[in-house]
């Protein structure tokens, strides 16, 4: 997994790349989410679009960033669910939980 | 010369069996041979890809918290292909758990913990699941997936 | 969570053992698993493929002409990684042979024979290889690979 | 493994496809050159260039297949070796047995 950091309209944009499972060190995006956090950031989006698969340590991962963020007052939402992760996200009731989009455009818009 | 690699539907099983020291980082290798067997029972992509996340699953918890990434300990996977079936067990040398102890993934005071969905996952996606503990020690896993309902993981099953 | 997939060099092996009945469509398979450890172990393109080509011609060996094709019959395959070389095991149930029975592929009158290369190509690519008929039954072949000795099939070996 | 059979200046040229190895029916490639000498032919060049892999038995199938073009008075020559493919038959002194080629209008030239 590799992770790059971008600022757009002052969301920072988390491209995520390769695969976020238990065995390929999933906990990275935890820690860069809190390294935005701790860096003043509030709104943060997941780019997933490149990511090549995912298991439940990886949507466990998702969902703890989530947490964190949420509980600092800030929001995360994610961009580009492949039709696989989309599944996954859907059968344990966290398309409920997650704010997701296909357009980057749209998604940085939609922080309020 | 053996001309003939198809499978013949002779109505019983096809055995294959992989076992390694526990290590996290053999788990690709055990999903792609898990793709690979699937392909020749005869699923089709999206059956394999979801097989092949159930067997990651299964494998991950065996190496976690069967042998708790002790590398003497070791993981075994057992492949049964039948015509219409495919068969899959997977075996760690730990004290196994009980299933009623697994807390139910969609309870909402679950929703947002960080762990949990593995067999959450291995259920909605395989059409049989059960764990044993073994006489001779150990926890085994048996799923079993049919070839003529290739379920999507609609998450109708918990 | 398990961060580390690299093997570290504790100087002990790391073991991976597949078995499965006697039959010629499990050859790719295991030609890719083959593959994929040489590769961990750190082996080079060119080395890969012909560790990959060796591990094909025993296991063909073993399946034909050690359980003469009988699916009941199993072929197990252990690879033993170390930091420094592979050693692959090739295990069958069939009742061995001599190897210096085994005539010499480069003999003039086996250069046009339509078969009696396999043993010869598996000794020109790997560094050490030798047969055991088993105590228990079976015949064991194993065949080693150093890491810093990456030779290209020199075909000076025989 | 796949075989096309095309015919170039009296010289029947075998394409052939994927892998010639134990498992994938490596007698294929005796059965079509049989056919061609059944037919009349004398002249047979085998195109390996797009053989994805080829083992001992693939070997012994190609070393067969000129035994039986040789004893019936033809000639079978090789076009387009790989290089892995090349070692093979390099190591085990076969290359002093097969004329081969990588170029095809030189390969069917050749022919006397
Ligand atoms: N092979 C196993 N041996 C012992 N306990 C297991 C095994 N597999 C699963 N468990 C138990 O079941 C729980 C739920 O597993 P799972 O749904 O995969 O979620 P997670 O692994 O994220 O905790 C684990 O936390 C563990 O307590
Ligand atoms: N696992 C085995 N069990 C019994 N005999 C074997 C085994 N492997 C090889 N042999 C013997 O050694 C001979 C040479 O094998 P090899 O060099 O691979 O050529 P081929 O398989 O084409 O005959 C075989 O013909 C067989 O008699």
Redesign the interface.
Known sequence: MKIESRSVNGVTILDIHGKITMGEGSRGIRDKVRESLDGGVKNILLNLGDVSYIDSAGIGELVSSFTTVTNQGGQLKLLKLTEKLEQLLAITKLTTVFDFFDDEAEAVGSFS | ???E???ENTGHA????????S???????VQ??SD??SL?VGFDEDAR?WIG?SV??SV?NAV?HGNE?D?EKKVGVRFESWPDRLVIYVQDEGEGFEESDVPN??DPEN????????I??VR?FMDEVCYEILPEGGCEMRMEKRLNNQK????NEN
Chains 1, 4 share one sequence.
């Open positions: 010369m053996g001309d690699v198809e499978k096809r055995e294959l069996e992989i076992s390694f020291g290590h996290l980082g053999y788990l690709d290798l792609e041979l690979k067997i020749l890809y996340l990651r699953e991950t976690h990434l590398e993934a969609l929703l947002l913990k960080p762990s949990g969905r593995g959450f996952y909605s999507q993981g609609d998450g």
